[in-house]
């Protein structure tokens, strides 16, 4: 264990985690946890809606195109969605969604296509429910 956050205590908070149809339960160290859907609305002001991302807002959007528009030189062929060559604003936005919003543990030069429709939703403002994106991402680690 280091500093402030403890990569080996949240591996087991994560593995640990379950749901029962209302309420994130886990045990770490002998302690077990629960959380409510009331303990999870109020942080830092958000609201949930059950719907992680307005689809009206979704419905024209392309990853590909989406891609081509973030990079420093959209006439540039796209052979993968790695961000080397992203424009300065997507390219902090991009670390704040797989560093910050949604965490894993490997490659985060690499969007997915989750990665990208956030990514969007940032950019163009389109609302997105993050309690339920947040804790999607939490039963899919």
């Known amino acids: 264990m280091n500093g402030c956050i403890y990569p080996d205590l949240m591996k087991?908070?994560?593995?640990?985690?379950?749901?029962?149809?209302?309420?994130?339960?886990?045990?770490?160290?002998?302690?077990?946890?629960?959380?409510?859907?009331?303990?999870?609305?109020?942080?830092?002001?958000l609201r949930h809606e059950d719907q992680q991302i307005e689809r009206k807002a979704l419905e024209d959007f392309n990853?590909?195109?989406?891609?081509?528009?973030?990079?420093?030189?959209?006439?540039?062929?796209?052979?993968?969605?790695?961000?080397?060559?992203?424009?300065?604003?997507?390219?902090?936005?991009?670390?704040?969604?797989?560093?910050?919003?949604?965490?894993?543990?490997?490659?985060h030069a690499t969007l997915t296509k989750e990665h990208l429709m956030l990514l969007y939703c940032l950019i163009n403002r389109v609302k997105v429910d993050w309690v339920f994106t947040i804790k999607d991402h939490m039963f899919k680690a």
């Open 12 to 45: 087991v908070f994560y593995t640990n985690l379950i749901f029962d149809g209302q309420n994130r339960c886990t045990h770490v160290k002998g302690v077990d946890m629960l959380s409510t859907p009331k303990e999870w609305f109020p942080i830092k002001g």
């Open 63 to 107: 990853n590909i195109q989406f891609f081509k528009t973030c990079m420093r030189n959209p006439n540039e062929e796209v052979k993968s969605f790695g961000v080397g060559k992203f424009a300065m604003t997507p390219r902090i936005l991009k670390l704040l969604i797989v560093w910050i919003l949604t965490p894993r543990d490997n490659n």
